[in-house]
């Protein structure tokens, strides 16, 4: 079946630390993939996503690289900020249905 | 830009009540989606819905019904509240193709008590 896997959390990290959130994934057939990101007291918003094999999705200094080899998604950052504080969930797509990780809560400390 | 919209940020309700939750998205999305999201669990699909009057049950349907009258607007109905759906209600539309994301409305919080 389809499923994702993420790191569990929470993290904890100092301003301008570097991020790394790992996910990997079991699809049949060939899934897009996202990284979805929650605020405090709000719904989900995309993040970046990624299509294809060897994709990379990039927004707001994040991105991840659709690796099919490794079956993985990983989201980065390089130099965190207070305000990227949130949980962040990864996604597959196939055809109609979307399938989550559990998230990975991150703080970001001054 | 796309926007969903849930009828209540909070609700609160008695055990044995009818609940309605209501979901409209203004971007003429074929697909329609309700989630629930408790801590540690992640985002549980209930019900999507793929074209108006149809509807496929997800991972944790009991307890649950939806109804989809029109395009637009998706509607989650808890027939008769119980305490152990005390949750975040999440809704999400996305238009029709596999590379497409989710939207997602901003969430209602349901307190049964």
């Known amino acids: 079946g389809n499923s994702v896997t993420q790191m569990e959390g929470p993290v904890t990290l100092s301003e301008e630390a570097f991020l790394t959130i790992n996910c990997t994934y079991t699809?049949?057939?060939?899934?897009?993939l996202f990284w979805y990101v929650q605020y405090p007291g709000e719904g989900l918003q995309l993040l970046l996503k990624?299509?294809?094999?060897?994709d990379k999705g990039s927004n707001k200094g994040f991105e991840a690289t659709y690796r099919k080899e490794t079956t993985s998604f990983h989201l980065e950052k390089g130099s965190v900020q207070v305000s990227d504080s949130a949980v962040y969930f990864c996604?597959?797509?196939?055809?109609?249905?979307?399938?989550f990780g559990t998230g990975t809560s991150l703080t970001v400390i001054p | 830009d796309v926007k969903v919209t849930q009828s209540s940020r909070y609700l609160v309700k008695r055990t044995g009540e009818k609940v309605f939750l209501e979901c409209v998205q203004d971007m003429d999305h074929e697909n329609m989606f309700w989630y629930r999201q408790d801590p540690g669990l992640g985002l549980r699909l209930i019900y999507f819905?793929?074209?108006?009057?149809?509807?496929e049950k997800g991972d944790i349907p009991e307890g649950y019904s939806v109804s989809r009258e029109k395009k637009e607007r998706f509607s989650l109905i808890l027939e008769s509240a119980s305490t152990n759906q005390t949750s975040m209600y999440l809704c999400?539309?996305?238009?029709?193709?596999?590379?497409?994301?989710?939207?997602f409305g901003p969430g209602t919080r349901l307190t049964v008590t």
């Open positions: 990624a299509t294809k094999a060897d």
């Open positions: 699809a049949t057939g060939y899934p897009s």
């Open positions: 819905s793929y074209d108006v009057k149809m509807k």
């Open positions: 996604a597959l797509s196939t055809g109609n249905q979307f399938y």
């Open positions: 999400a539309s996305r238009p029709g193709t596999m590379a497409d994301e989710q939207y």
